[in-house]
């Protein structure tokens, strides 16, 4: 049997580390975490349960770290989590399956997926933005999951939300971050295919937790805009106030089915419509939240 690492780059995630491991701790065989020098009780938490632990700084861009735990790991394949995500017992199933595969019964594995078009769809939207993920012409080297994020008390399955697919298991040596910017995709050496079961994330159990989320992504929206050095002028402004908001707005609320979501739908639409002036204000401004 084939033996899998699990990996974590943390910051003050007592709340939720616990919850976190206790859903994998049945199909790991080693947890590395790389800690961005906690000040509450994760450390301790995480060597409860039998974690190597490397205590480091905490870096703006997070993905450094989440490099130097998928550098730790040992083991031939590596699953890379975040605290606030849990692993289903379908989940953790499935991975211990596909793991144990070849590379022409995974090639079959991925005929049949149930999700397939959908998953596909994703992907193409992905690289439209990303620019390609994975060769092709090599062997399976990692896998995207589905994400069904948690919302206000109700995991959020439109408004072009799901699958919200994140390449979380990998090959050791056969993926990297390249720590450049916050939002950039993994690079993989090798062919990328799916998993069908989703992967939990408590991204938003409270509005609060939420706005301070939406606040940290909307100053790098703020900040890329500098860094393009996008025009001040009455044309930009109505360009983020009124048509990017609006037209974002209409498109997750009802061509993306948000709706069907309900109330947590429309405020989830809502308030994702509004980084568009927020972030432009911020940039005009100079100032961060």
């Not at 975040?82 to 379908?90: F, I, N, P």
Request: overall charge positive.
């Amino acid at each position: 049997m084939k033996k899998l690492s699990v990996v974590l780059a943390t910051f003050n995630e007592e709340k939720n580390l616990p919850a976190c491991l206790n859903s994998i701790k049945e199909i790991t065989d080693e947890i590395v975490i790389v800690d961005g020098s906690s000040a509450d009780k994760t450390v301790e938490i995480a060597r409860s349960f039998g974690a190597k632990v490397l205590i480091k700084d905490n870096p703006p861009i997070f993905h450094i770290n989440k490099q130097k735990a998928l550098d730790l790991a040992q083991n031939e394949w590596i699953l890379q989590l975040d605290a606030d995500e849990r692993v289903s017992k379908a989940l953790a199933q499935e991975i211990r399956k596909v793991i144990e595969m070849t590379n022409e019964e995974v090639e079959i594995y991925q005929r049949d997926l149930k999700n397939r078009r959908l998953f596909l769809r994703h992907q193409k939207l992905l690289e439209e933005r990303d620019g390609r993920i994975g060769d092709s012409s090599k062997e399976y080297a990692a896998f995207f999951i589905p994400r069904l994020n948690y919302f206000l008390g109700k995991y959020l399955r439109y408004g072009g939300v799901y699958p919200d697919g994140v390449i979380r298991l990998v090959r050791k040596n056969k993926a990297y971050f390249p720590c450049l910017d916050v939002h950039e995709q993994i690079t993989v050496d090798g062919k990328v295919g799916w998993l069908q079961n989703d992967l939990y994330h408590m991204a938003d159990p409270t509005f609060e937790r939420y706005l301070k989320r939406n606040s940290r992504y909307i100053n790098l929206i703020a900040d890329d805009l500098e860094k393009t050095k996008v025009g001040k002028n009455i044309w930009q402004l109505i360009n983020f106030y009124f048509i990017k908001s609006s037209w974002w707005f209409l498109l997750t609320l009802f061509r993306h089915k948000g709706i069907l979501d309900g109330f947590q739908g429309l405020i989830f639409s809502f308030f994702s419509a509004l980084r568009f002036p927020r972030a432009y204000f911020r940039y005009l401004t100079g100032k961060r939240l």
